[in-house]
Structure formats: structure tokens, C-alpha cells
């Protein structure tokens, strides 16, 4: 079955360190997105990449990286300039101009 | 600029009651996208419907129902007879034309919780 599939699903990081996330798809989407997600304020937008080895900032991009090396692939970097990056992140991919799917999440805490 | 509103943060029913969650949208195009989402306790978004601007005709799937109101930049969302399963985040979204930018603005959603 195509989908999007994030990795991983919990994931915990020390204070200074860089993590990255993983987001990978099988639908053959060209346009793919990174949101996060904080309680009550809905989802927002942080990159987003229409074609490989493109991307753009979004919303909230401070703090973070990504890379697009591959259609499939679409990894998000926090990096410890990030001071505040527990929270909720959603990866999406889309054929541009139609309907989003998203993929289950990762759960990103600072300790 | 967009921005989508969604001002029922929480909203709690009893089976089988019908529940209408509002949503309220600003854009200056003239051509968009509205969504609805669902977010259940899994973390996922389900698609629930997709609706061009140009559509104001109300859809129906099942026990969901939509009713687009462009005179008043309304989405709302209706669901009768409302189910445990229904219990979930509710998310309204609006997507500005394609001209490079595909982006989705997302309502701060609506709490959904069916009481049994």
C-alpha cells in the first residue's frame, strides 16, 4: 500500500544535540512538507519542497534544515539552534494542486 | 493574507446526537481549496473532503455532511448521529491557488468527544 511513513515515532534529545526525522513516501508525490504541531495552535508550516533538491522555508523554519535528495525522501533536521523543539511533527506529501496525505507523526521531547 | 478560524476548541456530545463544527475563512483570492481533516488520538490526519471555491453546492458522505457558504467564508461540518469512533481533532484547512506555493493554512482545530 503507498503511504508515508515517519520515523521514528518517539524520539528524545538532549539539550544542544541535533536530530533528524525521517519521512519517506511510495506515492510518487512531487511536493513534499514538514509541519509542527503545539497544543492549540493547529499545525504549521516549516519546509516544504515542490520538486528534488528544492525546497522552501515555510512558517516557522528557524531552527530547522532539510534536505531533498531523493522524491521519496524528505529527512528534517533540529538542530540546536531549535530553543524550543518538543513537540508534535507531521510530514506530508501531495501532487501539486490536490489533496494532502500525512504520515502518523513523531513526538519529539527535549530532556 | 489567510487565515482560518475554528472558534469551538472543545465540544463534547452524547451518542447519537447530531454536532455542526464551525469554521470561518479569510482569503483575498478569489480561487482556493478548503479542507477538513481528521486527527484521531493515533496522531495521523485522515482527509475527509476537498472543496474548489467554485463548488457551493453542500456534499453529503455518510453521516458527514458539508455546507460551504461563500457569501459568509464558511465550512462548516456536520456529523448526525455522532459515534464513539467519531472522537478525534477536527482540523479545517485552506490552500491558496496554485501558483507555486501549495500551502495549507490549518484552523487551530475543534476537540471532538462523544460521550457513550
Known amino acids: 500500500d503507498g503511504g508515508i511513513t515517519q520515523s521514528p515515532k518517539y524520539l528524545f534529545r538532549k539539550e544542544g544535540q541535533n536530530v533528524t526525522l525521517s519521512c519517506e513516501q511510495n506515492?510518487?508525490?512531487?511536493?513534499m512538507y514538514w509541519y509542527r504541531q503545539d497544543p492549540g495552535q493547529g499545525l504549521r508550516l516549516i519546509y516544504y519542497?515542490?520538486?528534488?533538491?528544492?525546497?522552501q522555508k515555510g512558517d516557522i523554519a528557524e531552527g530547522y534544515s532539510v534536505s531533498r535528495e531523493k522524491k521519496e525522501s524528505f529527512p528534517l533536521t533540529v538542530t540546536s539552534a531549535q530553543k524550543n523543539p518538543t513537540a508534535f511533527y507531521l510530514c506530508?506529501?501531495?501532487?501539486?494542486?490536490?489533496?494532502?496525505?500525512f504520515g502518523s507523526g513523531t513526538r519529539l521531547t527535549v530532556v | 493574507a489567510q487565515k482560518v478560524t475554528q472558534a469551538q476548541t472543545e465540544i463534547s456530545v452524547v451518542e447519537k446526537e447530531d454536532v455542526t463544527l464551525d469554521c470561518v475563512y479569510e482569503?483575498?483570492?478569489?480561487?482556493?481549496?478548503l479542507f477538513w481533516y481528521k486527527q484521531p488520538p493515533s496522531g495521523e490526519l485522515v482527509f475527509l473532503i476537498r472543496?474548489?471555491?467554485?463548488?457551493?453546492q453542500n456534499e453529503i458522505s455518510g453521516r458527514y455532511s458539508w455546507n460551504f457558504q461563500k457569501s459568509t467564508s464558511s465550512f462548516n461540518f456536520t456529523i448526525t448521529a455522532s459515534q464513539v469512533v467519531d472522537s478525534a481533532v477536527y482540523f479545517c484547512?485552506?490552500?491558496?491557488?496554485?501558483?507555486?506555493?501549495?500551502?495549507?493554512?490549518f484552523g487551530t482545530g475543534t476537540r471532538l468527544t462523544v460521550i457513550p
Open positions: 472543496r474548489n471555491s467554485f463548488d457551493e
Open positions: 506515492l510518487n508525490h512531487d511536493a
Open positions: 506530508a506529501s501531495s501532487i501539486i494542486g490536490r489533496g494532502y496525505t
Open positions: 482569503t483575498r483570492d478569489t480561487t482556493y481549496y
Open positions: 484547512a485552506l490552500s491558496p491557488p496554485q501558483t507555486g506555493a501549495n500551502n495549507l493554512f
Open positions: 519542497s515542490q520538486i528534488v533538491n528544492d525546497f
